[in-house]
């Protein structure tokens, strides 16, 4: 693969996922837990750019202390309310998984198929899929900083870890 197009694709995923977590620990004490539960948001945004970034799909199982309740087609919540500490060390995690992944891709890992029962795409595809989940939730997540506290992390225009 293109050396250049790979640095192109981390850059830009990974200013995702540093906007994801300079929004996790912008979050102040009142907004953590509250009715709009930032932390579920959080987590839900981190634990899905885990599963996306897991080849072996069948076999995805998050760092401990975190479990498989977002799979829960119910709707289940976690059993306890994560801190923000654990979701900015599970965000750096998932930073560097993303990095590795990244790295390692060649012409026939880009066509390699990533699947689950709702979705068969390309890896290609669901990088793609994965950074667009990422953003979406994290401006969610800015918009409540913003509503909260009149004030939201900076765009980060690209990440400044290297491929």
């Excluded at 996922?17 to 930032?38: K, S, T, Y």
């Excluded at 560097?96 to 012409?107: F, G, P, R, S």
Aim: charged letters at 20%.
């Amino acid at each position: 693969m293109n050396s250049s197009i790979k640095a192109s694709i981390w850059k830009q995923f990974g200013a995702s996922i540093d906007m994801l977590g300079n929004a996790v620990a912008a979050c102040p004490p009142q907004l953590w837990n509250n009715e709009r539960h930032f932390w579920h948001f959080a987590y839900h945004t981190i634990f899905y750019l885990d599963y996306y970034l897991t080849q072996d799909e069948p076999n995805f199982c998050p760092p401990a202390p975190f479990g498989l309740t977002e799979l829960d087609e119910n709707g289940a919540m976690p059993e306890r309310v994560y801190t923000q500490e654990e979701l900015i060390t599970y965000v750096a995690y998932c930073k560097q998984k993303c990095h590795d992944v990244i790295t390692a891709l060649d012409e026939a890992g880009l066509q390699s198929i990533w699947k689950n029962k709702y979705r068969s795409y390309s890896m290609f595809e669901i990088l793609l899929y994965n950074m667009r989940h990422v953003q979406h939730h994290t401006a969610q997540l800015n918009l409540m900083l913003r509503y909260e506290q009149n004030a939201a992390p900076q765009w980060v225009s690209r990440t400044k870890m290297e491929l």
